[in-house]
């Protein structure tokens, strides 16, 4: 019954920024830490970026860092991931994922803490 869909994905060509959107419902989505994560071809699931119950703080994996910013809208229960710079090796599915937790500093890097998790959507950046 919990749902969470990201939208946004896209072509985009190398330089370019695209702007993912997650909704989420069935959730208290205040009371959990969100995050994205992706998935290149032949490649891991990788973590992209978390944030906090309220949006107060953030965390992103090196390879994102300055250019990604995660941020979320509590009253619309939707997540964000604004994503400036795009390289060609940004190219991956993305998924939206909800962790639960019990602490409002919570932040979590490992796929396996989360609970949720979205459908994907691709996000293409040609060279």
């Known amino acids: 019954q919990v749902q969470l869909v990201e939208s946004g994905g896209g072509l985009v060509q190398a330089g370019g920024s695209l702007r993912l959107s997650c909704a989420a419902s069935?959730?208290?989505?205040?009371?959990?830490?969100m995050g994205w994560f992706r998935q290149a071809p032949g490649k891991e699931r990788e973590f992209v970026a978390t944030?906090?119950?309220?949006?107060?703080?953030?965390y992103c994996a090196d390879s994102v860092k300055g250019r990604f910013t995660i941020s979320r809208d509590n009253t619309k229960n939707t997540m964000f991931l604004q994503m400036n710079s795009l390289k060609p090796e940004d190219t991956a599915v993305y998924y939206c994922a909800a962790g639960s937790s019990t602490t409002y500093f919570t932040l979590y890097r490992e796929a396996y803490r989360y609970r949720y998790w979205g459908q994907g959507t691709q996000v293409t950046v040609s060279s």
């Open positions: 944030i906090t119950w309220s949006g107060n703080n953030t």
């Open positions: 069935g959730l208290t989505f205040i009371r959990y830490v």
